[in-house]
C-alpha cells in the first residue's frame, strides 16, 4: 500500500558528521519535498549560515570541529539576518536532560534519531506551519 507523502518546500541545512544519517536524512528529506545543504560540523554549519539562506537547520549535537551547542550559540549570538533561524536538535540522546541541554543552547525544538518518516514529518508540519504563518 503506498501512501501519499505531504510535500514542505523547505530548504534545509543538515549538520551531521556520520555518512550514514546524513544519506538517510537526505534521502528522506528530499521524498518530502525538501531541499538540502549538508555540512559535515558546527562550524561549517555557521559559516553555511553566513553564505546561503534556509528555513530550518537539523544540527547534530555530537560533531568534530565544532559540536551543534556550540554552532547553536553562535548562530544565536552572531547579530546576523539568520540568527532566528529554526534550529532543531538532530539526536540520538533523548532524555529529558538532553533536551534541557539543547534547549539552554538556544535549539527551537528536537528530533531523535534513529529518524522515520512519520517523526520527520511531524516536525516538518509543526514548522512549516510556523513559518508560513
Not at 530548504?11 to 556520520?18: G, Q, T, W
Not at 559535515?40 to 537539523?58: H, P
Not at 539526536?91 to 534541557?100: C, G
Amino acid at each position: 500500500m503506498s501512501e501519499t507523502l505531504p510535500t514542505f518546500k523547505l530548504h534545509i541545512l543538515v549538520a551531521e558528521d556520520n555518512k550514514v544519517n546524513q544519506m538517510v536524512v537526505g534521502a528522506l528529506l528530499k521524498k518530502l519535498g525538501c531541499s538540502t545543504t549538508i555540512v559535515e560540523n558546527g562550524k561549517e554549519a555557521v559559516l553555511k549560515l553566513e553564505q546561503e539562506s534556509f528555513d530550518l537547520v537539523l544540527m547534530d549535537c555530537i560533531m568534530p570541529v565544532m559540536d551543534g551547542f556550540d554552532a547553536t550559540r553562535a548562530v544565536r549570538t552572531s547579530g546576523l539576518a539568520h540568527h532566528q533561524i529554526p534550529i532543531i536538535a538532530f539526536t540520538a540522546n533523548t532524555k529529558d536532560e538532553d533536551q534541557q541541554t539543547c534547549r539552554q543552547a538556544g535549539m527551537d525544538d528536537f528530533i531523535d534519531k534513529p529518524v522515520t518518516v512519520e517523526k520527520m514529518t511531524g516536525l516538518l508540519q509543526r514548522w512549516y506551519d510556523k513559518l508560513s504563518g
